[in-house]
């Protein structure tokens, strides 16, 4: 048998909600008995796809939702955050940044889908212009 | 005279910076992301001595932005010869530092588990 348990979450795109959503993701991999260390890393990456969906996503329109989906199973546990953006145009860029270059030209940033791939076991940035955009992450016990 | 003793000044809801003992002392605490990064970079114009504390205790979340904030600051001070640690890291915080490698680019930086060790190093 390979039963799914499911959470579901919508939160507003304002700024502060994705803590709602770290603290939800937490607690269901405690219930999941998920260690500790990896539990700490999908919420920092958690984190960072939320705050991606509310600005870059729904730009901070409060009247556009962010919705998580959290599903456990068996094997693995599976965190989607979707918004309703305009879509990526470009596929998302996975490669680690230049930090020399950006410490050296003082510019720091643009970390995050690298931060989210290194943080997860798999990652996945679904986006068609349009459709808006949904993150899923994976973690595995 | 009595003269009132000068307190922390406040940066928004979530940083504040306090000049004593020849040490510049930012506390962060909540959300280290997209506001509190704004208040860092406000902070760091203030810095007034060359021996800087950066107190994360508090913080209970951190993100990409906020961490870069942060960098800027401790690469603002190396590259002006200032003293800089880090105290009460939390996680999220380590977790980011990790994955990032950013021990690698700036080896220069201090990390410490309290406000006592941070003060005695920079002292």
Known sequence: MNRQEKVTLTIPSILGYEEVVVETVGAVARVKRYPFEKTSKLQTAVAEACVNAIEHGNKENPEKDVIVTIICAESSMVVSIKDFGEGHIKPPDFQMPDLKKQIEEKKLGGWGMYLMRTLVDKLEVDSEPGDGTTTTMIIYP | MFRKKEGPIKFGDNVSLEQKDGISIIYVS???????????????????????????????????????????????????????????????????????????????????????????YLL
Do not use: W
């Open chain 2, 30 to 120: 909540n959300n280290l992301s997209y506001q509190t990064a704004d208040e860092l970079r406000e902070a760091r114009t203030q810095i007034k001595y060359d021996k800087i504390l950066l107190d994360l205790g508090q913080v209970r979340l951190t993100t990409s932005r906020g961490m870069g904030a942060l960098m800027g600051i401790v690469i603002d001070a190396v590259d002006n010869n200032r003293k800089v640690c880090i105290c009460n890291i939390s996680n999220h915080f380590i977790n980011i530092f990790e994955a990032m490698e950013l021990a690698k680019h700036v080896p220069e930086i201090k990390m410490f588990d309290t406000i006592d060790e941070g003060m005695e």
